[in-house]
């Protein structure tokens, strides 16, 4: 059974950091395109990164990030681990959201993900 979950969310203040992990099991997700996306109450869900797989680094490629969250949020991938981060600094209150992982990309669409986690509750106050 293929589960992602999510960890790392919490209640920081506006400024502070967060790392979210998103752990992976029941298959290996290293030849896969992961991703991050949000859902801010009232909101649809939102793509915050992706990052594709890369031949034979465990790093991956980072191919998305939403304009939002450029220059203060990082994807990374642990691909020995199965592993999915998702560094967050500078943190603003419009961070606030519940924080998904996804995996395996089965469209060209960023949204069409087949795993998805429970997703991590986010809170940033002001």
């Known amino acids: 059974q293929v589960q992602l979950v999510e960890s790392g969310g919490g209640l920081v203040q506006a400024g502070g950091s967060l790392r979210l992990s998103c752990a992976a099991s029941?298959?290996?997700?290293?030849?896969?395109?992961m991703g991050w996306f949000r859902q801010a109450p009232g909101k649809e869900r939102a793509i915050v990164a992706a990052?594709?797989?890369?031949?034979?680094?465990?790093?991956?490629?980072?191919?998305y990030y939403t304009d939002s969250v450029k220059g203060r949020f990082a994807i990374s991938r642990d691909n020995a681990k199965n592993t999915l981060y998702l560094q967050m600094n500078s943190l603003k209150p419009e961070d606030t959201a519940v924080y998904y992982c996804?995996?395996?990309?089965?469209?060209?669409?960023?949204?069409?993900?087949?795993?998805w986690g429970q997703g991590t509750q986010v809170t940033v106050s002001s």
């Open positions: 029941g298959r290996t997700f290293s030849s896969n395109t």
């Open positions: 996804a995996a395996v990309r089965t469209s060209t669409s960023l949204y069409d993900f087949k795993y």
């Open positions: 990052i594709s797989s890369s031949g034979s680094s465990s790093s991956g490629s980072i191919i």
